[in-house]
T-cell receptor, first 116, second 114 residues
């Protein structure tokens, strides 16, 4: 089964704390792609990162970093020194081939609230 | 232009109305998507168009009718909807035939069916 699990439904932190959002995936494919999206209260989904299954190098972008571990089928997302503007729902997603196209299978999302 | 636009932003309709949602992108993408998102849930795929042809229909009821007039435009025609169809409808686009291409989303249309 192609599945993404985000076990943390809601996380609340105080500004400047570090926070890690967990993502565990299941797939039978050897080549696959994982994504993180941010959805602020306005509703638009904002693309954050894509990772393919052959690239296990961790990535850092400013205060954001991602830890991809194939051995544990995890693709975790860490925000360092969180800010109020980071408050949003964060979705982890897996790209699944279907019908000559691809579709995104999303986890249920983690709602992050950063309090001042 | 790296934007996906959607109109209208909000729509209220009765169960007997016919309305349409519109989506447009000018990034040269050849794959376009419709998603439905209920409150506190992840987006659920409805349809995918690849090179203006319908490639995925996730068993969506026929009261939702997609249309892709050209590579930049995607419509979703609505007819005889039910109150449970009230949701945020998101459009997205991506490069066609590129494995793992990221999808870029529009701001969505908040639909209320009375």
């Amino acid at each position: 089964a192609q599945k993404v699990t985000q076990a943390q439904t809601e996380i609340s932190v105080v500004e400047k704390e570090d926070v890690t959002l967990d993502c565990v995936y299941e797939t039978r494919d050897t080549t696959y792609y994982l994504f993180w999206y941010k959805q602020p209260p306005s509703g638009e989904l904002v693309f954050l990162i894509r990772r393919n299954s052959f690239d296990e190098q961790n990535e850092i972008s400013g205060r954001y970093s991602w830890n991809f571990q194939k051995s544990t089928s995890s693709f975790n997302f860490t925000i360092t020194a969180s800010q109020v503007v980071d408050s949003a729902v964060y979705f982890c997603a897996l790209s699944v081939p279907q019908g000559g196209s691809e579709k995104l299978v999303f986890g249920k999302g983690t709602k992050l609230t950063v309090n001042p | 232009d790296t934007e996906v636009t959607q109109t209208p932003k909000h729509l209220v309709m009765g169960m007997t109305n016919k309305k349409s949602l519109k989506c447009e992108q000018h990034m040269g993408h050849r794959a376009m998507y419709w998603y439905k998102q209920k409150a506190k849930k992840p987006p659920e795929l409805m349809f995918v168009y690849s090179y203006e042809k319908l490639s995925i229909n996730e068993s969506v009821p026929s009261r939702f009718s997609p249309e892709c007039p050209n590579s930049s435009l995607l419509n979703l025609h609505l007819h005889a909807l039910q109150p449970e169809d009230s949701a945020l409808y998101l459009c997205a686009s991506s490069q066609g035939r590129l494995a793992g291409a990221e999808q870029f989303f529009g701001p969505g249309t908040r639909l209320t069916v009375l």
